[in-house]
């Protein structure tokens, strides 16, 4: 199975996935500099020092909400749909996982009780923050499983 897995429709990427198995050494940044949300992996061995830091002000233009969840427990299904809400495929999440959902459209369907934690650009404006549409059905899941 790919331990990070990119979810596109031709070349536009929807999503990134980082299986609970990933690991590589110091710090590998896997979204494209361009993107608004930033995900890194990142591991050190003990008595790494990271140095102190405080972030500049630096204004920018966000126009695209892109979210970040992080499975801490249980597993849920992500249904990926493109920017005109066609459906295209499905995976599974399970514990440990971590999702970048970086567009087009999305739904989840919790298949075991699931804890997460999202992370995305505030403030959340509510409806204004997006539009709903009727998902899929279960037995029209096309469930994609990465060798």
Do not use: W
């Amino acid at each position: 199975m790919e331990k990070i897995q990119l979810i596109k429709k031709k070349d536009k990427l929807l999503a990134i996935i980082i299986k609970n198995t990933y690991q590589c050494e110091g710090v590998d940044f896997i979204t494209p500099n361009e993107f608004s949300q930033q995900l890194a992996y990142m591991h050190h061995p003990t008595g790494k020092v990271i140095d102190a830091h405080v972030h500049n002000l630096v204004h920018r233009n966000v126009v695209l909400t892109q979210e970040v969840l992080f499975i801490k427990k249980g597993r849920l299904r992500v249904d990926f749909y493109d920017e005109y809400k066609d459906y295209l495929e499905s995976r599974i999440l399970e514990s440990g996982d971590a999702i970048l959902l970086t567009s087009g459209g999305h739904g989840f369907k919790v298949l075991e009780e699931v804890e997460m934690i999202e992370v995305k650009q505030g403030p959340y404006s509510g409806d204004m923050d997006k539009t709903r549409f009727e998902g899929i059905y279960d037995e029209e899941v096309i469930l994609k499983v990465e060798e």
